[in-house]
């Protein structure tokens, strides 16, 4: 399929289409469909290509990545009152 490819507005003629949420994307390439619709890990800003975990709305491409965020919004909300007091 002929197409200009939504990332890099390359014109190719092995263009292949992403449908996700009821929207198209045209790609050349996988790297350019990942580059645009692959998720971010919220802890490493990791391209997540793989599955990935899903907590509180937050994306994680793995469990050490979920859990280090965890602690570290948890020792950041323990500190916040001591920032506080006087
Ligand atoms: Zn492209
Ligand atoms: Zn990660």
Redesign the pocket.
Known sequence: MVGV??????N?DKTFVIRLKNKEFL???F??AIHKLAPVCTHCNSKIIGHSIEIDNMTYCCNHCANQEKAHRKSFSNNLPLQFTF
């Not at 490819?5 to 390359?10: A, I, L, S, V, Y």
């Open positions: 490819c939504d990332n890099c507005g390359n190719y790609f050349d390439c790297e350019c």
